[in-house]
């Protein structure tokens, strides 16, 4: 009898011991035996090993196990394996793996390509799928109209449960599903049935008395945050998807939403720190690409900060202890905004901040850290004092902390709400402005304040 695989602690370490005897049977050429092993893989375990493996070992491998790939594994590797696999494998081969997957599934492959590979492949398919593959890429990015799911089930409302459970049989679907869209005579949803509801009654029980009326809708221009925040919000497990005219044309999923919440939450932590893609498996020139436009804004920043200090040269040359000192006002106040900031980006993704809050969170924000920024002023100027042993000194520092502080907490909320309604991602552009503010408040603030007491 087949005993399941219990979830363990180790299972990472088996998964990294699996791999490195993969690599080891294959750099002494033993390749059936690797390609047996690759073969047992689950899909997105085989896009992975993929993913760490290069150019040189995709050509070795990949023609050997070409007629074992399952078509998931595709929509599993990064975009840069995608690729290199594509190339190995050919356009042929590529596009019957494609073929295989969903609709949805099988653009979020494609558009991933160069356009020139992702024209050859699409020139593959049928006429249908091309028309609903083209069709996808009309949407914009990140709306519903990319990851809609044609396949999907629906009942009339005026069946009953036995007509709607023959109907599951007659039509075979291909993937599983949770729950079914009721709709009326004009394909219109009007509910929706867990399949669970469905096998607690009857069949002779009618569909429209069991079935959930209170339901949201979406269409294909709806954004991917609004949909996402409205499945966390209401614990769906599926949304229709209509037409300008209220008729049903696919549906999403909770299975497809999962997937699509994981890669949100990825790319606002990305885009916190300037990143807009994932590239741990791009080559060196990609990455150093991607990541210069943001180092390149925060050199400007920091020339405008530079700016700043060379104002007080006269002051600096006074006392040297003050350029010691100075960077941690600047440090300390770029920290406690970078939390407000992290909180604010996130209740703005949740939309939990709006017209009537945004004031009582700026204001909170502010709060929390002018008292934390009294707290560590405190700190600050008694062990100032405690070193340098120089009253004044110390009241510029725990004054130029705490002032600092404030700074931080009121622009780490104002900056990504303001760029919300800019329609400028707060994730991505929020760090640069709030590091340059919170470096030039810091340091103009203690500089000013030690031309006043010190000159």
């Not at 290069?54 to 050509?59: E, F, Y």
């Not at 494998?89 to 020139?116: P, W, Y």
């Not at 949304?239 to 005219?245: A, E, T």
């Not at 030690?450 to 000159?455: N, S, T």
């Amino acid at each position: 009898m087949y005993a399941p695989e219990k979830i363990s602690a180790d299972n990472y370490e088996a998964f990294i011991e699996t791999f490195e005897h993969i690599i080891d049977l294959i750099n002494h050429d033993r390749l059936e035996q690797a390609i047996a092993i690759l073969t047992t893989l689950h899909y997105s375990e085989l896009a992975d090993f993929l993913d760490n493996a290069n150019d040189k070992l995709h050509k070795k491998i990949l023609p050997l196990l070409s007629d074992k790939i399952k078509p998931e594994t595709m929509l599993w590797l990064s975009d840069n394996a995608k690729h290199s696999v594509i190339e190995v494998l050919g356009i042929e081969k590529s596009c019957a793996l494609l073929d295989q997957l969903a609709i949805e599934d099988a653009i979020e492959v494609i558009e991933t390509i160069d356009d020139e590979v992702k024209q050859l492949i699409v020139a593959n398919f049928n006429n249908d799928k091309q028309q609903q593959i083209i069709e996808g890429f009309t949407y914009p990015e990140d709306t519903v109209g990319r990851i809609v799911e044609r396949n999907f089930i629906s009942f009339q409302e005026y069946w009953t449960v036995g007509q709607a459970i023959d109907f599951i049989r007659q039509t075979h679907p291909q993937r599983d599903f949770h729950a079914a869209i009721v709709v009326d005579n004009r394909y219109r949803p009007v509910g929706n049935i867990l399949l669970s509801t469905l096998l607690k009654y009857y069949r002779r029980t009618m569909i429209r008395e069991i079935m959930n009326s209170e339901f949201k809708v979406a269409n294909t221009l709806t954004p991917l945050t609004d949909i996402a925040f409205i499945f966390k919000k209401y614990a769906l497990t599926i949304v229709p998807v209509v037409s300008k005219s209220g008729k049903l044309i696919g549906s999403v999923s909770v299975n497809n939403m999962i997937y699509i919440v994981d890669q949100q939450t990825e790319k606002e932590i990305m885009q916190l720190g300037g990143i807009h893609t994932r590239d741990t498996f791009l080559t060196i020139f990609h990455t150093a690409r991607h990541r210069f436009p943001w180092l390149f804004i925060n050199l400007i920043t920091a020339f405008v900060t530079s700016l700043i200090i060379g104002q007080f040269s006269a002051t600096l040359k006074q006392l040297i202890t003050l350029a010691v000192i100075m960077p941690i006002v600047a440090s300390m106040g770029g920290n406690a905004g970078t939390q407000a900031m992290t909180v604010t980006v996130r209740a703005l993704a949740n939309k939990d901040i709006n017209h009537t809050n945004i004031i009582k969170v700026i204001l909170k924000e502010t709060m929390v850290c002018g008292l934390n920024g009294f707290l560590f002023a405190c700190i600050s100027a008694s062990a100032s004092l405690a070193i340098f042993t120089d009253l004044y000194l110390s009241i510029i520092f725990g004054s130029a902390i705490f002032i600092n502080f404030i700074i931080a907490g009121l622009f780490g909320a104002m900056v990504p709400i303001a760029l919300e309604k800019l329609d400028i991602d707060p994730a991505t552009a929020s760090g640069v402005f709030l590091t340059t503010i919170t470096d030039a408040s810091g340091f103009f603030t203690f500089l000013t304040l030690a031309y006043i007491l010190l000159a």
